[in-house]
């Protein structure tokens, strides 16, 4: 069974501080990485992808450790809209085939940033 | 930008009854998803489509079927709704790239209720 392990939360932090979600994912086979946002009673969007050497995007630093299948999202100087659940998303694996569409989602990290 | 409609926000049904959930994109992909996410169990994939008149099962197809008839359509049936199908229901599309996954692009969700 392919199963991505986040912690739940929630993570309440205060404005400006740095946070950082870890995940665990089981399917060795996996190829693409993602964070996903998702705030309350909206869809899921697409936060950023994950490659191999980390990248970053303005206060967002996303990691991969595909030895240990861990992925891992910081973001530096928190602001009241980051208030969302962060999704670690994950696909089924290999690079072509239907395994490749398809995705599997976390449970969600709840993060509340207070004034 | 990606668009993505569901024909309906908010759904009310009654047990026993043929429910139809349309899902419409507006970007010419060749994927197509139907989620169902609930509380503390996140986002599960029912069925997904990677083309015209093709279907694949996801992780919990039982219940369910879907139909693909053109490329910007695809449609979630529930043949006899039942209590436990009260869920909010998600679709999704994405691009078939070479290679790896693309991102999955979310509908606003609709939120069905079975009496």
């Known amino acids: 069974r392919k199963e991505v392990e986040q912690d739940p939360g929630p993570f309440n932090v205060p404005e400006g501080a740095t946070v950082a979600f870890n995940c665990t994912y089981s399917?060795?086979?996996?190829?693409?990485f993602f964070w996903y946002r998702q705030d309350c009673r909206k869809e899921p969007k697409l936060l950023m992808s994950v490659y191999s050497s980390g990248n970053e995007d303005g206060r967002f630093t996303a990691q991969l450790n595909r030895a240990s299948q861990y992925i891992s999202l910081l973001i530096r100087d928190s602001k009241l809209s980051d208030s969302a659940t962060y999704l670690c998303?994950?696909?089924?694996?290999?690079?072509?085939?239907?395994?490749?569409?398809?995705?599997?989602f976390g449970k969600g990290t709840k993060l509340s940033v207070i004034p | 930008d990606v668009k993505v409609t569901q024909s309906s926000r908010y759904l009310v049904k009654r047990t026993g009854e043929k429910v139809f959930l349309e899902c419409v994109q507006d970007?010419?992909?060749?994927?197509m998803f139907w989620y169902r996410q609930d509380p503390g169990l996140g986002l599960r994939l029912i069925y997904f489509?990677?083309?015209?008149?093709?279907?694949e099962k996801g992780d919990i197809p039982e219940g369910y079927s879907v139909s693909r008839e053109k490329k910007e359509r695809f449609s979630l049936i529930l043949e006899s709704a039942s209590t436990n199908q009260t869920s909010m229901y998600l679709c999704?599309?994405?691009?078939?790239?070479?290679?790896?996954?693309?991102?999955?692009?979310f509908g606003p969700g609709t939120r069905l209720t079975v009496l």
């Open positions: 998303v994950v696909n089924n694996g290999g690079d072509s085939g239907a395994g490749s569409y398809q995705l599997t």
């Open positions: 970007m010419d992909h060749e994927n």
């Open positions: 489509s990677y083309d015209v008149k093709m279907k």
């Open positions: 399917n060795s086979a996996s190829q693409s």
């Open positions: 999704a599309s994405s691009l078939s790239g070479q290679g790896l996954t693309d991102t999955q692009y």
